[in-house]
């Protein structure tokens, strides 16, 4: 038990002449070599190494082209392996796992390079398949002569999340961050926000992009329906399952499923969903068998599910699957630097389908439309633009144009419900401070005059 390193399997070679094995890098040496043992029973060559240092000179032998790696090594942190062999084997791809996954290892890891962030325990089969893809994926690309990947400064997608704040700016930053990645990933922000146009910028940027992209709303379809959707049905299952039917979750894979209004999911589902997530199978209602699966899971909600899960609503173990990483969207309020250019690209695009001569807002619609706080987000602020760009007669969108609530905006006053509570007052302007000093928290505290550790509870209560 004292070896660096075991052989479980010889290395295979495939018919591209591709040779393949992976190492399994864990200094618990039952655990590496229960791994390795279980994907050699799936079909893969595998070798345990007990180190990153045995690792690495397991690499410079060649004949490896895959290394899934435990994240708290005795000799190398996961992170800092991963950067070494991507600096010296980039072909090489690299799955970090790790039994304590935050959101900052996760994001660190991607960074470094790694193909995917695992959150332990996960199934030796799920694991086998996520292998098996990698290895499709590398040999297609092999076969078209398309090398690897481009790097994420070098691809272009033409892109939705339009605007040039910082809290955009941001957003596009963590996108490029974790597309790569094959965890799960939550999307938070209020509705209207644009969650569906993240999940599939994930998608497009992502080594999924040839693969398809599913989305369904939770919310839309009552818990039998919802089901059948997600998992599929045998014939008879229920009165009107008069044939076979796959499920979504079957059609999305080898590319993403997007589960949008996942805090709004029943609580029957909700273990079926857990089972999904970590067996990377499916069973369709009244099927006698579980289907293997292969897809890319991105969840939305605007709930607090910290506060469901704490209150019985949502379960605590799905809530950490779903979580692995995060992505929050910024509300319009907080980008107000970016909404008459938004509106701008509305007024263009309804003005085309309405075959308007519309050339763009007069500055006092613009100056009107930034006086309002925009409650429902940018989904109501297309909504708007496509009513005005109804109403107009002219070139210019102007405030005789706009919805009867913008246009008597500066005429009222202010109603009691239009104040808002010191709470929301000083979430705000901590959001505004943060935006200003490109979220250094020790740089916002002395601006905010508090230290630093007020400052991050005060966030931990916003999250």
């Known amino acids: 038990m004292g070896a660096e390193s075991v052989q479980t399997k010889s290395p295979q070679l495939g018919q591209d002449g591709y040779v393949s094995l992976t190492i399994i890098v864990d200094d618990d040496e039952l655990t590496a070599r229960t791994m390795s043992d ?10 345990a190494c007990f180190s990153a240092a045995a690792a690495l000179a ?30 010296r084997w980039s072909s090489v791809d690299v799955l970090v796992m790790s039994a304590y996954a935050t959101l900052d290892r996760a994001m660190a890891a991607v960074q470094a390079g790694a193909h995917d962030f695992l959150t332990k325990p996960f199934s030796i089969k799920g694991l086998a398949l996520r292998l098996a893809r990698i290895r499709e994926e590398r040999a297609r690309r092999a076969k078209l002569g398309l090398g690897e990947p481009p790097s994420f400064g070098e691809r272009h997608v033409a892109s939705e999340l339009i605007g040039k704040s910082a809290a955009m700016q941001r957003l596009r930053v963590s996108i490029d961050q974790l597309a790569r990645a094959g965890a799960s990933v939550l999307l938070w922000g209020e509705s209207g926000t644009g969650k569906e146009l993240v999940a599939r910028e994930l998608h497009q940027k992502s080594r999924r992009v040839g693969g398809p992209f599913v989305a369904v709303n939770c919310a839309a379809l009552p ?3 919802l089901e059948s959707e997600l998992f599929g049905h045998v014939r008879g299952a229920f009165t009107d399952a008069r044939a076979d039917r796959r499920g979504l979750f079957a059609e999305a894979s080898g590319g993403t499923i997007f589960l949008d209004e996942i805090g709004e999911l029943s609580a029957a589902l909700q273990p079926k969903l857990l089972r999904t997530l970590e067996e990377h199978t499916v069973r369709p209602i009244g099927g006698p068998r579980e289907i293997p699966i292969d897809v890319r899971v991105i969840a939305a909600t605007h709930r607090n599910l910290k506060a ?27 980008r107000e630097e970016d909404i008459v250019t938004l509106a701008e690209h509305f007024a263009a695009r309804a003005a085309l389908r309405e075959q308007k001569p519309i050339r763009g807002l007069s500055p006092a619609a613009a100056q009107r439309l930034r006086l309002h706080s925009w409650p429902g987000n940018v989904r109501e602020l297309r909504n708007c633009i496509e009513h005005t760009v109804a109403m107009s007669s002219g070139e210019l969108l102007d405030i005789a144009d706009l919805p009867d609530e913008l246009r008597h905006l500066a005429e009222r006053a202010p109603r009691e419900d239009d104040w808002p509570t010191l709470d929301e007052l000083e979430r705000r302007y901590i959001s505004r401070v943060l935006s200003r000093v490109d979220e250094n928290r020790s740089a916002a505290a002395r601006i905010l005059g508090i230290d630093r550790r007020t400052l991050m509870r005060k966030l931990a209560r916003r999250a």
């Open 58 to 87: 397991r690499l410079e032998r060649g004949d490896v082209d895959t290394v899934v790696l435990d994240d708290q090594l005795p000799d190398l942190s996961g992170v800092e392996a991963c950067c070494e062999i991507a600096r």
């Open 38 to 47: 279980g994907l050699a029973r799936q079909g893969i060559a595998a070798e």
């Open 223 to 225: 818990e039998l329906l």
């Open 308 to 334: 469901d899960m704490e209150c019985g609503r949502f379960r605590p173990d799905l809530y950490y699957r779903l979580d692995v990483l995060r992505v929050t969207l910024p509300a319009l309020r907080e």
